[in-house]
């Protein structure tokens, strides 16, 4: 029996080893949960590992045959079922193996016949131009994704979990089987009698002109993204002094198109001015009505790119203002300039992008305004004693590490610290050099020295570390279980709410808490449906089942308890849960919410809309009449008032919003004042009333007590002062 086993792998040497190269790979990374599972990611990376060993494991033409061969696709799929620890559809990662690997086997199965015995060196040439083909259009197209027949499918970005069986990849396979079964014919032929010779070539031309068919048709079907197809099935085109806009023709777009691109010009002028340069070439803009438009045709979804080396960023049209990361974007473009690399971006060795300081450098220079600095949020990190070691973040690998809301906002809070204190010429120095001793004088671990003293100086409310704790506590995309699964879940999810199928929304969210038992936001989405639904013990016993540590989390379930109680016409231990509630460090959002319900429980003239409104989410509008009409007390009236101003607004009529803010006295508290201002700025701005926006902005100044609200209102400011000069001329 041994002598046996001995003869057959000395006879299958290089059959025996790939095999068992196979097993240690699939073993290997079947430990990440990514994936652990039927998954896109476990396809894709079983199809690259067979199309490299497979060659080399039927090094000799006699010993290729077909049963062998699917050895090769059987044992990852064994593993898998005797290790899977999640439950990832099942049915989509089977779809996803036979898309990709299955089809793949079969193609070079049959090239490797074609190319006959010893021929491994054009097997591995074919292969690598194939690669470089696909290499060349990443670079020189706007696409990020590639559909390749040895490769496989590349979906591009890391961040778009939000990604399914898709017609571009049936058609890549029909198109992957098609020359499979042209390469069996010839080589059947070659051993054929001329009378089927004669019916197997009719075949073969029939098949031939199939493959130019959809090889002609890639860009309709989906499987490339070139310029000329993008900017066509876009349609709409608007140039400016540095810009070519591109942008999805669409009545919400058009409208505002001169808004947006006064915008870029803005936000190039900003970025200028900040480094000290001046732009001389056009930067091509792409605008795509949504995600799912940006993922269909270039391949990213919700997450925003830009090709410096191209000069061109490409954005998802917000619907508001100031535009959702077109500062960031362009941060990119307008860094390319300090970077000799071919990419224009740092790269060690000049192959691996650093994208640490790449992505540091574009947050470092976007408008701080959020309701907390960027130093604030990492003075907090710093104080709850999760403050990453940055000296890893930096690298690729470490950055990959951590999601991208804690990386990003590390990273990027590093480098303005950087900027503020050294200058921008050394961060420019650094973005050229790869290298912080070369840029600074200084190793990166003195210079984070530097930052966290700096942090210790920040003054931190601590209201807001339950929130910070929270944001910055997610995993990175490698470490979560099934993201492509939830997040498609999720979308039908919503859908169903927004059509008011709550019902049939509960089971997708028993499906979240069957795939994620222990994630807490899945129980209380399921909590928040089941009010919808008016399941109130349902949504009681969901909150009941919950225990955590964290305070944000705490916060939301206490919220929904006393949401539950009013609904329930519990309305006086209602009103207990929300003074409580209100007591503690909750954020601005979170208590005007609970400021409102509260004043409502203590007056019945406006109970039954704050009731319909903020619980129920009913309109507003059917009750403008009846405040007309009746006498209200002077915090109820200003309460009814800051809701219609905010109803307005939200629906783009800044006058009538204007005209109910107006109406307001100053004995809402301190959080009301800074929302209704800011509301005011934005919509004198929107009706081009600069000078008016302006003034508001100086009273937003006056009571601030945040950085982050001083720099909204400064910002503010600047942007009033640009489109005021731009209307002038």
Known sequence: MLKTIKDYLKNNKSYSISLLIMIIISVFIIRMPLINGFTYEFAFIVNIILLLLYPFAFKYIYKLNLYKSSVFLIIPVIIQLFTIKNSCDPFKGVFFYLLIPVTTLFLIYNLLKFIKKHQLKKYYLIILLSLLGELYLLFSEPQIFFYNSFWGYFQGSLYDIDFSISWPLMWLSVFKIINGVILYKINYISSSQKKIIKKEKIIIAFLIISSIVIYLNQSSLGLVSTHQSLQKTLGGHYKTKHFNIYYANTYKIRKKIKLLATEHEMR??????????????????????????????????????????????????????????????????????????????????????????????????????????????????????????????????????????????????????????????????????????????????????????????????????????????????????????????????????????????????????????????????????????????????????????????????????????????????????????????????????IYIKIQALNNENIKNMIENYLLKRKSIGSYLYYFNNIKLDEISENIVNYLYGRYYYNYENYKEAIFYFSRISTTLPYSFNIEILKMQISSYFFMQKYEKSINYTKKLLNISKTQGIKNFSNSWKLYNQYFGSKIKK
């Not at 329930?568 to 509630?581: R, T």
């Open 268 to 593: 190039l002028s900003q970025l200028e001015k900040m480094y000290n340069i001046r732009w001389k070439t056009k930067i091509d803009s792409y605008i795509f009505e949504s995600g799912e438009q940006k993922k269909q045709l270039m391949g990213a979804g919700n997450t925003l790119i830009s090709k410096p080396w191209l000069e061109e960023i490409y954005i998802n049209y917000s619907g508001s203002f100031p535009q959702s990361h077109l500062k960031h974007e362009l941060s990119h473009i307008i860094a390319s300039k300090f970077s000799n690399r071919w990419l224009h971006i740092p790269m060690k060795f000049g192959i691996i992008p650093q994208m640490g300081i790449v992505e540091g450098f574009a947050v470092s220079s976007e408008d701080d305004i959020g309701e907390l600095t960027l130093f604030e949020k990492m003075a907090i990190l710093k104080k709850i004693n999760k403050f990453p070691p940055l000296e890893k973040m930096v690298s690729f690998e470490g950055f990959w590490g951590y999601n991208s809301y804690f990386s990003y906002q590390t990273v990027g809070g590093f480098l303005k610290f950087l900027r503020i204190k050294y200058g921008v010429k050394k961060l420019k120095k650094l973005y050229k050099k790869e290298s912080f001793k070369l840029a600074y004088n200084k190793n990166i671990l003195q210079l984070k020295d530097e930052y966290l003293s700096f942090l210790d100086n920040i003054e931190i409310n601590n209201k807001y570390i339950p929130k910070i704790k929270h944001n910055f506590s997610q995993k990175s995309v490698f470490k979560r279980v099934c993201p492509h699964d939830i997040l498609e879940i999720k979308e039908e999810a919503q859908k169903l709410m927004r059509n008011r199928g709550f019902e049939q929304g509960i089971k997708y969210g028993e499906k979240l808490l069957k795939l994620e038992p222990d994630n807490i936001n899945h129980k209380i989405y399921l909590a928040q449906l089941s009010i919808k639904y008016k399941k109130y013990k349902n949504a009681l016993s969901y909150l009941n089942n919950i225990t955590t540590d964290s305070e944000s989390e705490n916060q939301s379930i206490m919220k929904l308890k006393a949401d539950i109680l009013w609904l329930n016409h519990n309305e006086e231990k209602s009103l207990k849960l929300y003074k409580n509630l209100i007591k503690l460090n909750i954020p601005r959002h979170l208590y005007r919410g």
